[in-house]
């Protein structure tokens, strides 16, 4: 049973315009999630995060909202760039960190 | 700085022959280590973690093992390679508290 989903397998998006990525979870104990970005041949490099006390995490062109009661997090990248052109892995995790569960991706495109 | 090694970046091994992916930490100590895998098409599957030298917990029963004979080495292994074993393998590193920093991967193939 996935316990973080990413329902969305790809996403296209015009340079400029907001990309939006979705993550659904089933486990109420988690209490911390990331976003990775991976380009191919490359191993994931951390994102941004959130803790659960929180609802909505900047940082720069990219933020992520976190509605518990939903259990549904996203992130949003204004304005997209040709660069974002990757796979985005959503992450939950009940302990800080230390093991964390990932969601199977969502490829976004952003076409210039 | 932290950096993390791994290597090597592609490997190509038949069936029933022995494999040994190695990862190295260096800028920081007694990190908690983790090898992942990610097979065509899906996310990160975690295999193996570990918070100290010779602790190692398995998340999924499989074909491969791990070890951790220094504080920022971590080995992963198997005796004899199945079909199955195909796929791009990471490892992580993290200070508790922070999220975890991957490396670059092996990408391994079975034939």
Known sequence: DQQ????????SVQEGRISILNCDYTNSMFDYFLWYKKYPAE??????SISSIKDKNEDGRFTVFLNKSAKHLSLHIV???PGDSAVYFCAASTTSY????FG???SLSVIP | SQTIHQWPATLVQPVGSPLSLECTVEGTSNP???WYRQAAGRGLQLLFYSVGIGQI???VPQNLSASRPQDRQFILSSKKLLLSDSGFYLCAWSIRGQPQHFGDGTRLSIL
């Open chain 2, 57 to 59: 917990s398995s998340e």
């Open chain 1, 4 to 11: 973080v989903k990413q329902n969305s397998p790809s996403l």
């Open chain 1, 79 to 81: 304005p997209s760039q």
């Open chain 1, 43 to 48: 191993g994931p490099t951390f994102l941004i």
């Open chain 1, 98 to 101: 230390d093991k964390v569960i």
């Open chain 2, 32 to 34: 908690n280590l983790y």
């Open chain 1, 104 to 106: 199977p991706g969502t």
